[in-house]
Each structure stands twice: as structure tokens, then as C-alpha cells.
């Protein structure tokens, strides 16, 4: 038995009613003042209700019973019974919750499904110092709060049209309950509730399925107490694959398929709703060549073009669909249409030619002058390929320019080339020249630029024409022979823009030549022999030569000459000129292929004046016989320098004297003395002095010997003499002071020599 806050004795049953007049301490109740109230109360399990006795406002019962009929039952029981604060409970009543009295009410927590039913309250209220019966009658009912619910579907995938139905549980809940139905695609996105699907009902039947059923869902289930959400379930809707859809970019349709320009990216999308989603295989031309939903071909090339089959499989439910496009690839012709311009009709008017072959489709090219409107493609002037127009030359200015433009679907800008139509200035320009060995002379004429080419033809003299006409060069190739000697030729030159044709002549001549006829050189100099061939290009190149006195040619190379050449000149030089042999008749020559010329030079190798003559003035031996020391003089005269020569003077008569050495070279002018060392005193010689101008030496001086050297005894006596005195100076000093320190042993010394 549970406790109030006062301790009571045991339960006694209903029997403890008989007391209620006694405990109203002897005072009578009122007659027909009994007051009997019934009502309803509601209650949700697991929470609190409160069970008034009487009205809220009055005062609390003095003594108050309660007891409680379960819904359908007929017999009461004691819930619990209480007087002021003294409270008993009956046991069981933990059946209806957690009961407690308070003040006559009846308080309930934790509330059960047990406590639904009547609860009846008796009570003795106090009055106006009465005592009132009151009787309290209260309908609980009790409402179970909804539990979470669970949908369950018929299948977790289904294919597209069958029936399919969501059923939505709930374990508990009072009832009348209310169900709600929320759908939210599986992309994301807000929840949305299915329309007429019968969505407010326990199950939610999708008769038929179809794709956009597919997605989460979730059931609400309401009732007066709360309401629940149940975790989402996915119903996957199995269908597929639709026909595919090709998307190709860059989108470029045509008649019967799709186009690209070649070597552009093309990117092949294939869309073919399906669930689950479809597995993609490319093929083309009937061979698989990419699986995947894009394929992209990088620079497509011209044979990629041809059909392009996407092929869609749903593998769950084993079906597949197909699409196919045709892909037509366009590319241009290789590199960029060729503008030219020929001469034609004698020279007379200008074919313009526009040329560009090959690509697909073939371009299309026109032309378009100065001052014409570009006409639009399929108008008249529209070739493909190939397009020539020919332009009359006297109704041309120089300088006008024509344009050739092309067009093509691989190419958005398209192309063009152009050209100009000019003269060139100036005139032609005409040379001569022979081949190895002057077998042949090729006669060449030139005239370059303009458009079109100048055409250059070659004639002679008298007008006839030689060989065929070219373009910007002519070459006429004739046989050397003595006969084209001083003869002249003539090109012509002619152009469709030029009313007059221009010229340039030519004449082929023997080669002439320029040099001074006489050359003068000072012995050991050097000679420079000029030579110049004079004349224009048709000299045909000539050879200069030279040649020597001795009609030898002078060839590179050799120590005595140097060769100089330059374009038009050939320069000898002789050096180290000696006197008279490099003196003489040189030869210049000059041979082309009609001929030769020849041009003789002299050349005068003078001496250098001969130095004046030299005496000798001193020549003596020093003391030693090793050297000698010579002194000469000399007039005015030119001179360079001197030489001393030497010999030896005393041979037996049957040998012949020796000839004259050089005992000094390359003495300056102003020297006029010498000394000569390197001498064998046991050998007597000989010497002379020249003196030299240049090259030119003049004549010896007298042969002289060298003198003896004079006698030089007096210096070596007077110096002997010096040092014996100062010796014996030393020796008389250390004598006195070896005396003066030794008085005791030679006392006759100190005193001859101290003595006072």
C-alpha cells in the first residue's frame, strides 16, 4: 500500500464510509443537499492528467474516496481514499500510473491505457458549518500518442507499367489516424506531395508506374495526440532504353546528316533515357570504335567520315535502341590557292590564272579586279578549282591589283591570293661569257621582275631572231670562231603593260689593255707592274698573264714575284730588284674567247750612288793582343753605314793569302770608331773599312795592321815603392810599443829609446 505524506492504519475497505457522519463531528447533513456531478476527461498515455473533486474553486473535501470502473466492466475498485493530509491508497493502483491525493483531487502520472474508464469521487465537503455529500463521476479516456511508421512496398524496383503499391504501419496510436504521403525525385529538390495517387490513405497505390514515380518517399501518419514521419524508401522504376538522341558539336546539320571541318574537334553525345542508365557503344560504319556516352574525336580526319551508330542497352531489363547520323568531313586543298599572271596573244594581253585542286568539296575561286564589286557565290565568274581570266594589256594601268578569292565550307574565313600586274623599271641588262677552255660564248640577257615576266628574245644585227624567247633571262649559246669578233647582238624585251618594246645591245670585242710602258726601281727595291683590261662585260672575262724578260710566265707562287689580282686588273711585283738582271722586257697579256691582246712594260733596275772613301786613322792592339781599337775618317758623301773587314797577313808563300772576312756589320753612319775584339795574339792581321751606300759599296781604305801598345812600366814602380815604405812605417811603429810595454826585459832599449 502506498503512502501519503501522514501515516495511516491498514486498509478497511468500504466500511470507512460508515464513519463519514462521525467525522463530520456530530453535525447533522443537510437534507437534500447531496450535489452529484459527472463529466469527461482526456488523458494521453505516458503523460499527467489531474481528476478534480467537485468544483475547482470550492474548498477541498474533509474526507474524499475514490474508486475507478474499468471501461466495460461493471464492478468498482478503491483507488484511494483520504481526510485532510492523511492519504491510503488501494493496492494496484500502479496498474492506472503513478497515483497520488492531494486536497481530494486525484492526480495520475506516467498515465496507462489501464486508467481509461470511470473514476467515481465521494466527498464530504463543509458548508456553512455543514457538512455536504458531493458525488464526482469523471469518463477518462486515455489517447495513445502515434508510433514512428514504416512504408513497405510491393517491390523495391519495378518495371515501367506495372502496379505498384506503398503501404504505410504504424505499431500504436489512437485512432482516427490520418495519413499523408511526400514524394522527392532522387535528384534532390523539395518533397512534393503525389497528386491524384490517393496519397491520404494508409496505401499508396502507383497503377500504373512510370518514371517520374521513381524517387524517395515517406508517410506521415496524424492523430489528435501527434503525428510521425517514417524514414524515407526509395522505389526504383526500371525502364528504357528510349531511342537515343545524337547531339554533335560543333552543330553544323545538312541535308541527310551532319558536317565538320577536318582536323576540328568533333564531340558525339548520346542520350537515351533509361533506368538504370543505358550503356553506350559507338560504332562506325558497323565496327564498335568507343563505349561510353560522348565520344570525341580529336582532329578528325577525312576518312572518319562515313555513319555513326550510338547504341543504347538497358542491361537489367535486356533491351536496347539505336540512332545513326551521317558525318560528312570537309577539308580543303592542301595549302592556299596560286595567283599567276602569263603574257598571251603575242604578248598583247594578261591570262590570270587562279589555281587550287583538290579538298571536299572543291573550292570555289573568282576573280575581282580593282574597282569591282566581289560578287557573291553562285553568280557568274564562279569556277572551281581552276579560274582564269584574261585581262587585255593596253586597258591595264600599272600597278593594278586582281585578287582571286576562294571559298570553302572547312574554311569559315575562306582564302585568297593576289597579284599585282607591273613593269619593271629600268631596261634589260646584257653580258658575254665563255666557257671552260673559250669552246663556246653564251650571250645572256636579263630583266627580272614585273608580272607577268618580261619576255627577252635575242637577234643580230640585222634583225633576225636568235633562238626562243624566255622569261626574265635569255641565254644565246654561239661557237667561238674568228668571226664574231666586233660583231654586235640585240635583246628585246616586251610586256603585255608596255606599249614599246626596250633593248640592250651587245658587241663582243678583243680585250684592251691599259700600263705604263716604263717602270724604274732603285737596286733592292721593289718594282709594282701595273696591268688593266678596259672594256664592258661582253670582254667576255679575259685572262691577263704576265711574262718575264725571258718570255717565261710569271706563275703564283714563286719567291721573286708577287701576283695581285682584282676583277678587271692583274699587278706584278718584282722583288728585291737586283742590277742588272731583273731589268728587262715584261709582257702583259690579256686572251678572251675572240682573241688576244698583249702590252710589253720595261723595267729599270737603277744602282744607289757610290759612297764616299774611308781612312783609317788609328788602329793599335790593346795590352792584352786580344782587341783592337780602330778610328778612321771619311769625306761628304751618301752612305748607310760602314764594314770592317779582316784577314790574316803572314801565310808561307805557297799558300795564297786569306780571303777578307767581316769583323763588323751594319755600323751606323755617324760611327767612326770601333773596337774589335775575338783576336788570336799569336795571329797578325789585317783590316780595312768600306763604307756602303744601300746596296752600293765604295771602295776600301788602305790595308793597316795594328800598332803595339806603348810602354806603361812607371805607374807599376812608383806603386811598389809607396807600398814598401808604408810596411816598414808598421814595423818600426810595433817595434816602439813592444819595447815601451817590456821595460824589465830589455831595459837598454827603453832607456835608449825613453831615456830622459
Given at each position: 500500500?502506498?503512502r501519503?505524506?501522514?501515516?495511516?492504519?491498514?486498509?478497511?475497505?468500504?466500511?470507512?464510509?460508515?464513519?463519514?457522519?462521525?467525522?463530520?463531528?456530530?453535525?447533522?447533513?443537510?437534507?437534500?443537499?447531496?450535489?452529484?456531478?459527472?463529466?469527461?476527461?482526456?488523458?494521453?498515455?505516458?503523460?499527467?492528467?489531474?481528476?478534480?473533486?467537485?468544483?475547482?474553486?470550492?474548498?477541498?473535501?474533509?474526507?474524499?474516496?475514490?474508486?475507478?470502473?474499468?471501461?466495460?466492466?461493471?464492478?468498482?475498485?478503491?483507488?484511494?481514499?483520504?481526510?485532510?493530509?492523511?492519504?491510503?491508497?488501494?493496492?494496484?493502483?500502479?496498474?492506472?500510473?503513478?497515483?497520488?491525493?492531494?486536497?481530494?483531487?486525484?492526480?495520475?502520472?506516467?498515465?496507462?491505457?489501464a486508467a481509461?474508464?470511470?473514476?467515481?469521487?465521494?466527498?464530504?465537503?463543509?458548508?456553512?458549518?455543514r457538512?455536504?455529500?458531493?458525488?464526482?463521476?469523471?469518463?477518462?479516456?486515455?489517447?495513445?500518442?502515434?508510433?514512428?511508421?514504416?512504408?513497405?512496398?510491393?517491390?523495391?524496383?519495378?518495371?515501367?507499367?506495372?502496379?505498384?503499391?506503398?503501404?504505410?504501419?504504424?505499431?500504436?496510436?489512437?485512432?482516427?489516424?490520418?495519413?499523408?504521403?511526400?514524394?522527392?525525385?532522387?535528384?534532390?529538390?523539395?518533397?512534393?506531395?503525389?497528386?491524384?495517387?490517393?496519397?491520404?490513405?494508409?496505401?499508396?497505390?502507383?497503377?500504373?508506374?512510370?518514371?517520374?514515380?521513381?524517387?524517395?518517399?515517406?508517410?506521415?501518419?496524424?492523430?489528435?495526440?501527434?503525428?510521425?514521419?517514417?524514414?524515407?524508401?526509395?522505389?526504383?522504376?526500371?525502364?528504357?532504353?528510349?531511342?537515343?538522341?545524337?547531339?554533335?558539336?560543333?552543330?553544323?546539320?545538312?541535308?541527310?546528316?551532319?558536317?565538320?571541318?577536318?582536323?576540328?574537334?568533333?564531340?558525339?553525345?548520346?542520350?537515351?533515357?533509361?533506368?538504370?542508365?543505358?550503356?553506350?557503344?559507338?560504332?562506325?560504319?558497323?565496327?564498335?570504335?568507343?563505349?561510353?556516352?560522348?565520344?570525341v574525336?580529336?582532329?578528325?580526319?577525312?576518312?572518319q567520315?562515313?555513319?555513326?551508330?550510338?547504341?543504347?542497352?538497358?542491361?537489367?531489363?535486356?533491351?536496347?535502341?539505336?540512332a545513326?547520323?551521317?558525318l560528312?568531313?570537309?577539308?580543303?586543298?592542301?595549302?592556299?590557292?596560286?595567283?599567276?599572271?602569263?603574257?598571251?596573244?603575242?604578248?598583247?594581253?594578261?591570262?590570270?590564272?587562279?589555281?587550287?585542286?583538290?579538298?571536299?568539296?572543291?573550292?570555289?575561286?573568282?576573280?575581282?579586279?580593282?574597282?569591282?564589286?566581289?560578287?557573291?557565290?553562285?553568280?557568274?565568274?564562279?569556277?572551281?578549282?581552276?579560274?582564269?581570266?584574261?585581262?587585255?594589256?593596253a586597258?591595264?594601268?600599272?600597278?593594278?591589283?586582281?585578287?582571286?578569292?576562294?571559298?570553302?565550307?572547312?574554311?569559315?574565313?575562306?582564302?585568297?591570293?593576289?597579284?599585282?600586274?607591273?613593269?619593271?623599271?629600268?631596261?634589260?641588262?646584257?653580258?658575254?661569257?665563255?666557257?671552260?677552255?673559250?669552246?663556246?660564248?653564251?650571250?645572256?640577257?636579263?630583266?627580272?621582275?614585273?608580272?607577268?615576266?618580261?619576255?627577252?628574245?635575242?637577234?643580230?644585227?640585222?634583225?633576225?631572231?636568235?633562238?626562243?624567247?624566255?622569261?626574265?633571262?635569255?641565254?644565246?649559246?654561239?661557237?667561238t670562231?674568228?668571226?664574231?669578233?666586233?660583231?654586235?647582238?640585240?635583246?628585246?624585251?616586251?610586256?603585255?603593260?608596255?606599249?614599246?618594246?626596250?633593248?640592250?645591245?651587245?658587241?663582243?670585242?678583243?680585250?684592251?689593255?691599259?700600263?705604263?710602258?716604263?717602270?724604274?726601281?732603285?737596286?733592292?727595291?721593289?718594282?709594282?707592274?701595273?696591268?688593266?683590261?678596259?672594256?664592258?662585260?661582253?670582254?667576255?672575262?679575259?685572262?691577263?698573264?704576265?711574262?718575264?724578260?725571258?718570255?717565261?710566265?710569271?706563275?703564283p707562287?714563286?719567291?721573286?714575284?708577287?701576283?695581285?689580282?682584282?676583277?678587271?686588273?692583274?699587278?706584278?711585283?718584282?722583288?728585291?730588284?737586283e742590277?742588272?738582271?731583273?731589268?728587262?722586257?715584261?709582257?702583259?697579256?690579256?686572251?678572251?674567247?675572240?682573241?688576244?691582246?698583249?702590252?710589253?712594260?720595261?723595267?729599270?733596275?737603277?744602282?744607289?750612288?757610290?759612297?764616299?772613301?774611308?781612312?783609317?786613322?788609328?788602329?793599335?792592339?790593346?795590352?792584352?793582343?786580344?782587341?783592337?781599337?780602330?778610328?778612321?775618317?771619311?769625306?761628304?758623301?751618301?752612305?748607310?753605314?760602314f764594314?770592317?773587314?779582316?784577314?790574316?797577313?803572314?801565310?808561307?808563300?805557297?799558300?795564297?793569302?786569306?780571303?777578307w772576312?767581316?769583323?763588323?756589320?751594319?755600323?751606323?753612319?755617324?760611327?767612326?770608331?770601333?773596337?774589335?775584339?775575338?783576336?788570336?795574339?799569336?795571329?797578325?792581321?789585317?783590316?780595312?773599312?768600306?763604307?756602303?751606300?744601300?746596296?752600293?759599296?765604295?771602295?776600301?781604305?788602305?790595308?793597316?795592321?795594328?800598332?803595339?801598345?806603348?810602354?806603361?812600366?812607371?805607374?807599376?814602380?812608383?806603386?811598389?815603392?809607396?807600398?814598401?815604405?808604408?810596411?816598414?812605417?808598421?814595423?818600426?811603429?810595433?817595434?816602439?810599443?813592444?819595447?815601451?810595454r817590456?821595460?824589465?826585459?830589455?831595459?837598454?832599449?827603453?832607456?835608449?829609446?825613453?831615456?830622459?
Amino acid at each position: 500500500m502506498e503512502r501519503g505524506r501522514a501515516p495511516l492504519p491498514p486498509w478497511r475497505g468500504p466500511w470507512i464510509l460508515c464513519l463519514l457522519p462521525a467525522l463530520a463531528g456530530g453535525q447533522p447533513l443537510a437534507a437534500g443537499e447531496v450535489a452529484y456531478e459527472e463529466w469527461r476527461a482526456t488523458g494521453v498515455r505516458g503523460r499527467a492528467v489531474e481528476l478534480s473533486c467537485g468544483p475547482v474553486a470550492a474548498a477541498p473535501p474533509a474526507v474524499v474516496f475514490w474508486s475507478f470502473t474499468p471501461q466495460g466492466e461493471g464492478l468498482p475498485r478503491a483507488v484511494a481514499v483520504g481526510s485532510g493530509r492523511e492519504v491510503a491508497m488501494a493496492p494496484g493502483t500502479g496498474a492506472l500510473g503513478r497515483v497520488t491525493l492531494r486536497n481530494g483531487t486525484l492526480e495520475l502520472r506516467e498515465l496507462r491505457v489501464a486508467a481509461q474508464g470511470r473514476f467515481l469521487c465521494q466527498g464530504l465537503f463543509p458548508e456553512r458549518g455543514r457538512l455536504r455529500v458531493g458525488y464526482a463521476a469523471i469518463l477518462l479516456r486515455v489517447l495513445v500518442p502515434v508510433s514512428k511508421p514504416f512504408v513497405r512496398p510491393t517491390a523495391a524496383a519495378a518495371a515501367e507499367g506495372a502496379a505498384v503499391a506503398l503501404t504505410c504501419t504504424v505499431r500504436e496510436g489512437t485512432e482516427p489516424l490520418s495519413f499523408s504521403w511526400q514524394h522527392q525525385d532522387p535528384r534532390g529538390g523539395p518533397s512534393i506531395t503525389p497528386a491524384g495517387l490517393g496519397g491520404s490513405r494508409a496505401e499508396l497505390q502507383l497503377t500504373p508506374a512510370n518514371r517520374s514515380h521513381t524517387g524517395w518517399y515517406i508517410c506521415t501518419v496524424h492523430n489528435e495526440v501527434n503525428n510521425h514521419t517514417s524514414d524515407p524508401v526509395y522505389l526504383d522504376i526500371v525502364y528504357g532504353p528510349d531511342e537515343p538522341a545524337i547531339r554533335v558539336e560543333p552543330f553544323s546539320p545538312e541535308q541527310g546528316g551532319f558536317s565538320a571541318g577536318e582536323r576540328e574537334d568533333v564531340v558525339l553525345s548520346c542520350l537515351a533515357p533509361s533506368n538504370p542508365p543505358s550503356r553506350y557503344v559507338w560504332l562506325h560504319n558497323g565496327s564498335q570504335v568507343h563505349i561510353g556516352q560522348t565520344y570525341v574525336i580529336t582532329a578528325i580526319a577525312r576518312a572518319q567520315a562515313g555513319t555513326y551508330t550510338c547504341l543504347a542497352e538497358n542491361s537489367h531489363l535486356q533491351t536496347r535502341t539505336q540512332a545513326t547520323i551521317v558525318l560528312t568531313v570537309y577539308y580543303p586543298p592542301a595549302g592556299s590557292p596560286s595567283c599567276s599572271a602569263l603574257a598571251s596573244d603575242d604578248q598583247r594581253d594578261v591570262a590570270l590564272r587562279c589555281r587550287w585542286l583538290g579538298g571536299f568539296p572543291l573550292a570555289r575561286l573568282r576573280w575581282v579586279g580593282p574597282q569591282e564589286e566581289e560578287e557573291e557565290e553562285g553568280l557568274m565568274g564562279t569556277s572551281f578549282s581552276m579560274a582564269t581570266r584574261i585581262q587585255p594589256g593596253a586597258a591595264t594601268r600599272n600597278g593594278s591589283s586582281f585578287s582571286c578569292l576562294a571559298s570553302h565550307p572547312a574554311l569559315p574565313l575562306g582564302a585568297a591570293c593576289g597579284t599585282t600586274l607591273w613593269v619593271p623599271s629600268g631596261s634589260p641588262s646584257c653580258a658575254a661569257a665563255a666557257t671552260r677552255g673559250d669552246e663556246y660564248v653564251m650571250l645572256r640577257c636579263r630583266w627580272e621582275g614585273g608580272t607577268p615576266l618580261v619576255t627577252l628574245s635575242w637577234r643580230d644585227s640585222a634583225g633576225r631572231t636568235l633562238g626562243d624567247p624566255a622569261a626574265s633571262t635569255a641565254v644565246l649559246v654561239l661557237s667561238t670562231d674568228g668571226s664574231l669578233g666586233g660583231r654586235e647582238f640585240v635583246c628585246v624585251a616586251a610586256h603585255p603593260l608596255r606599249a614599246a618594246a626596250a633593248e640592250c645591245r651587245l658587241r663582243l670585242e678583243i680585250p684592251e689593255l691599259e700600263a705604263e710602258s716604263e717602270v724604274a726601281v732603285l737596286e733592292g727595291g721593289e718594282a709594282q707592274l701595273a696591268c688593266r683590261h678596259r672594256g664592258s662585260s661582253a670582254s667576255l672575262g679575259a685572262t691577263v698573264a704576265w711574262y718575264d724578260p725571258k718570255e717565261r710566265q710569271v706563275t703564283p707562287g714563286l719567291a721573286k714575284y708577287r701576283l695581285e689580282q682584282g676583277e678587271a686588273w692583274v699587278n706584278l711585283t718584282v722583288r728585291d730588284a737586283e742590277w742588272p738582271g731583273d731589268s728587262g722586257i715584261y709582257r702583259c697579256t690579256a686572251t678572251n674567247a675572240v682573241g688576244t691582246a698583249s702590252l710589253p712594260v720595261r723595267l729599270r733596275v737603277d744602282r744607289y750612288p757610290a759612297p764616299p772613301n774611308v781612312t783609317i786613322s788609328k788602329l793599335r792592339y790593346t795590352r792584352a793582343r786580344t782587341e783592337v781599337r780602330l778610328e778612321w775618317r771619311t769625306g761628304a758623301g751618301n752612305l748607310t753605314g760602314f764594314v770592317v773587314q779582316r784577314r790574316q797577313t803572314k801565310k808561307p808563300l805557297r799558300e795564297s793569302p786569306s780571303p777578307w772576312e767581316t769583323a763588323a756589320g751594319d755600323i751606323e753612319p755617324h760611327s767612326r770608331d770601333r773596337r774589335l775584339g775575338g783576336l788570336d795574339p799569336a795571329v797578325l792581321y789585317a783590316f780595312r773599312v768600306l763604307a756602303v751606300n744601300h746596296r752600293t759599296a765604295g771602295h776600301p781604305s788602305e790595308v793597316q795592321t795594328p800598332a803595339e801598345p806603348p810602354f806603361e812600366a812607371y805607374p807599376a814602380v812608383t806603386g811598389a815603392a809607396v807600398a814598401g815604405m808604408l810596411v816598414a812605417t808598421a814595423a818600426s811603429l810595433l817595434a816602439v810599443h813592444c819595447i815601451a810595454r817590456h821595460r824589465e826585459t830589455l831595459p837598454r832599449l827603453h832607456d835608449l829609446l825613453f831615456r830622459t
